[in-house]
């Protein structure tokens, strides 16, 4: 019962290199998220996707892209790599169920950026 | 932009106390939830509410949404060490497809 995983779960990237960040469901939803998590910031939403090919801005979408390719993927990517994206990223998934809907969180992915 | 305040951050108390987690905001959510994060793990959902007003118990954990929907609160009876963790309460804008609004954090020791 794999739920959400990500991949991979540690990195560490120099000043400007790219990377992507892979998130896959298995539960088929229809909504997915990436956020990342810093000390004493809590959990901000970078950007989001409603289905598949669609894709929107969330908080924090600066120096970020995504793509959804298929439903069950949801890829986060950095062009240039900075410091201050040093970070703990998470990608959730839920389905609507009206307002109760829970939001599936993966084990995160740390990224270092030196 | 809508924000959620925890309180308190960072609390220490003994097995066995009693303790209350604050969850606060000037806007109105749909719902509100309360997730549990263990070191190295992802967010857990706990407990959903979605009535101002309701409350809901989890064994020793009992939840309560505001009557005007804006501030919540999570309180455990009796802590034990298995409670420790970083707890999140969360909002809803109705529907989740634009994500959560997290609080955050309130990281809870309960120490034997």
């Known amino acids: 019962n794999a739920g959400v995983t990500q991949t991979p779960k540690f990195r560490v990237l120099k000043t400007g290199q790219s990377m992507t960040l892979l998130c896959a469901q298995d539960?088929?939803?229809?909504?997915m998220y990436w956020y990342r998590q810093d000390p004493g910031m809590g959990l901000r939403l970078i950007h989001y996707?409603?289905?598949?090919?669609?894709?929107a801005k969330g908080e924090v979408p600066d120096g970020y892209n995504v793509s959804r390719l298929k439903k069950q993927n949801f890829l986060l990517g950095l062009e240039s790599a900075a410091p201050s994206q040093t970070s703990v990223y998470f990608c959730a998934s839920s389905s609507y169920r009206g307002m109760d809907t829970e939001a599936f969180f993966g084990q995160g992915t740390r990224l270092t950026v030196v | 932009t809508q924000l959620l305040e925890q309180s308190p951050q960072f609390l220490s108390i003994q097995e066995g106390e009693n303790l209350t987690v604050y969850c606060n905001s000037s806007s109105v959510f749909s719902s509100l939830q309360w997730y549990r994060q263990e070191p190295g793990e992802g967010p857990v959902l706990l407990v959903t509410v979605v009535t101002g007003g309701e409350v809901k118990k989890l064994k020793r954990l009992t939840f309560q949404f505001g009557d005007a929907r804006k501030d919540s609160s999570l309180h455990i009876t009796a802590a034990q060490p298995g409670d420790t963790g970083l707890y999140l309460c969360?909002?809803?804008?109705?529907?989740?497809?634009?994500?959560?609004?997290f609080g955050k954090g309130t990281h809870l020791i309960i120490q034997p």
């Open positions: 539960m088929n939803h229809e909504y």
């Open positions: 969360a909002g809803g804008s109705g529907g989740g497809a634009d994500g959560l609004t």
């Open positions: 996707s409603v289905g598949e090919g669609t894709t």
